[in-house]
């Protein structure tokens, strides 16, 4: 075949793989609100950015359990007010039913025992509704990407709050005896100071990429979760150690 006309055959083929990939790599959004304008509202605002894909936005649990077995999701926004189904019962079914999926619960300010409750329940993150445009996208892909995200409102106190009670069951003295490396050490001292792994790469002068290496293999020893999760196992240790008799 003359170069020419399989460069043109192929052309279009080319097209429709390079555009599969791209939408294979896209993250993938179900959203979860019985506000019908509130749906449309953020179906729109997602689906105009090239690296979000909303495959579905539906009113209540049962739809999104439908969904849920029908496509592979990253993220899973959750209204907190949903009216026939509490959202944190919604939380709890959505991540028995798909483990993998990370949840965003949307509420106006909750009460800092919500948000344990919905940490406990396997939340990632929350977006308050009068969050800006730039903190919802942001929040979407944060979480999507691994991190586990509270609003800067609900940071401080009540974050080493959340962390502790979230992880009370964990039993410390069985942590504890896990090896782990100084690197790793390090790594959970600078989550624990609140640094994400971009902060923490450039703090350690290594690769981001060694960096979540470092996260997985912290939460796969201990057996942990998320972040906050680490956070909390890192501060008890701590005070463990400066008080034994405690």
Same mark, same amino acid.
């Given at each position: 075949?003359?170069?020419?006309? /399989?460069?043109?055959?192929?052309?279009?083929?080319?097209?429709?793989?390079?555009?599969?990939?791209? @939408?294979?790599?896209?993250?993938?959004?179900?959203?979860?609100?019985?506000?019908? %304008?509130?749906?449309?509202? #953020?179906?729109?605002? #997602?689906?105009?950015?090239?690296? *979000?894909?909303?495959?579905?936005?539906?009113?209540? #649990? /049962?739809?999104? @359990?439908?969904? @849920?077995?029908?496509?592979?999701?990253?993220?899973?926004?959750? &209204?907190?007010?949903?009216?026939?189904?509490?959202?944190? !019962?919604?939380?709890?079914?959505?991540?028995?039913?798909?483990?993998?999926?990370?949840?965003?619960?949307?509420?106006? *300010?909750?009460?800092?025992?919500?948000?344990?409750?919905?940490?406990?329940?396997?939340?990632?993150?929350?977006?308050?509704?009068?969050?800006?445009?730039? &903190?919802?996208?942001?929040?979407?892909?944060? =979480?999507?990407?691994?991190?586990?995200?509270?609003?800067?409102?609900?940071?401080?106190?009540?974050?080493?709050?959340?962390?502790?009670?979230?992880? =009370?069951?964990?039993?410390?003295?069985?942590?504890?005896? =896990?090896?782990?490396?100084?690197?790793?050490?390090?790594?959970?001292? %600078?989550?624990?100071?609140?640094?994400?792994?971009?902060?923490?790469?450039?703090? %350690?002068?290594?690769?981001? &990429?060694?960096?979540?290496?470092?996260? !997985?293999?912290? %939460?796969?020893? *201990?057996? @942990?979760?998320?972040?906050?999760?680490?956070?909390?196992?890192?501060?008890?240790?701590?005070?463990?150690? !400066?008080?034994?008799?405690?």
């Amino acid at each position: 075949m003359f170069p020419a006309l /399989a460069a043109t055959l192929c052309g279009p083929r080319r097209f429709r793989e390079n555009a599969e990939a791209l @939408l294979a790599q896209r993250i993938r959004v179900l959203i979860i609100d019985d506000n019908r %304008l509130m749906r449309g509202g #953020l179906s729109a605002l #997602l689906k105009a950015q090239p690296d *979000l894909h909303v495959v579905g936005a539906v009113a209540n #649990l /049962a739809a999104a @359990l439908r969904r @849920l077995v029908e496509v592979t999701l990253h993220v899973v926004l959750v &209204d907190a007010g949903l009216g026939s189904y509490d959202g944190l !019962r919604c939380v709890e079914q959505i991540r028995r039913s798909t483990p993998a999926a990370r949840v965003i619960v949307m509420d106006l *300010l909750p009460a800092p025992e919500e948000v344990v409750a919905y940490v406990k329940a396997g939340a990632k993150g929350f977006i308050m509704k009068d969050a800006t445009v730039a &903190d919802f996208l942001g929040t979407v892909r944060s =979480v999507a990407k691994g991190s586990d995200v509270i609003p800067p409102v609900l940071v401080g106190t009540l974050l080493s709050h959340i962390a502790e009670d979230a992880v =009370v069951h964990q039993r410390p003295e069985a942590a504890d005896a =896990v090896r782990m490396t100084k690197r790793e050490q390090e790594v959970m001292q %600078l989550i624990t100071e609140g640094l994400d792994n971009k902060a923490i790469a450039q703090r %350690l002068s290594v690769a981001g &990429d060694t960096v979540k290496s470092h996260v !997985r293999n912290i %939460l796969e020893k *201990l057996t @942990l979760h998320s972040r906050l999760a680490i956070a909390a196992h890192s501060r008890r240790s701590d005070a463990a150690r !400066r008080n034994p008799s405690a």
